[in-house]
């Protein structure tokens, strides 16, 4: 069984730094691409971050770019989010999810709570 | 970047009816392979999101067959048949074409 499990969230002043971590087991993790989906309190869905199986391509949109660094660790099937410099705006849950290359998301994580306050 | 448009943010139904979700691109979807890359997803509370289904048309593995995707180029539509109570939940399109990926609003099933 397919199972991601995210952890790391919490509360964190606006400027701070925080790191996700995720999880995977019941999948050869080295087989696939990873990605981090959010979703604001009441809010629709955002992709956040995406990354090669072997970790050697990182893609991201304009608004994390630049703050947010996803990164992976094959040997331990884990995933990471390493986000600095955060915003109230970056307040969400975050997902760590599984995407195929027939381009949807086929598993997802519980997710985990992240917010930005002072 | 491509945008999602789900009109209906909220769709008031009863067990048992039809109903159609419609997700609008502001391109087309399709990809050289001939293939959409619009997906639809379900979210329900305390449980994790669902694909439902991919390629605009293709249900995911155990998905009953009351869901049924269609549509093509700019105009997508996810149907449900004969809605079941634990169909009452938020439903999302995904582009996958193009980065940034980017997802519809969400159109929330509510019961009537």
């Known amino acids: 069984e397919v199972q991601l499990v995210e952890s790391g969230g919490g509360l964190v002043q606006p400027g701070r730094s925080l790191k996700l971590s995720c999880v995977a087991s019941g999948f050869t993790f080295n087989n696939y691409w990873m990605t981090w989906i959010r979703q604001a309190p009441g809010k629709g869905l955002e992709w956040v971050a995406s990354i090669t199986n072997t970790g050697g391509s990182t893609y991201y949109p304009d608004s994390v770019k630049g703050r947010f660094t996803i990164s992976r660790d094959n040997a331990k099937s884990t995933l990471y989010l390493q986000m600095n410099s955060l915003r109230s705006e970056d307040t969400a849950t975050y997902y760590c999810?599984?995407?195929?290359?027939?381009?949807?998301?086929?598993?997802w994580g519980q997710g985990v709570m992240v917010t930005v306050s002072s | 970047q491509i945008m999602l448009t789900q009109q209906a943010e909220s769709l008031w139904i009863s067990p048992g009816e039809r109903v159609s979700i419609t997700c609008r691109a502001s391109?087309?979807?399709?990809?050289?392979?001939?293939?959409?890359?619009l997906s639809w997803y379900q979210q329900r509370p305390g449980q994790t999101t669902k694909a439902l289904i991919y390629h605009a048309s293709v249900r995911t593995d155990g998905v009953p067959t009351r869901f049924i995707g269609s549509g093509s180029g700019t105009e997508f539509t996810l149907s449900i048949e004969h809605v079941q109570p634990e169909d009452f939940a938020i439903y999302y399109c995904l582009q996958t074409l193009k980065s940034p990926w980017t997802f519809g609003g969400g159109t929330k099933l509510e019961l009537k």
């Open positions: 391109q087309s979807l399709l990809y050289t392979d001939g293939k959409h890359y």
């Open positions: 999810t599984r995407p195929l290359y027939s381009g949807y998301i086929d598993y």
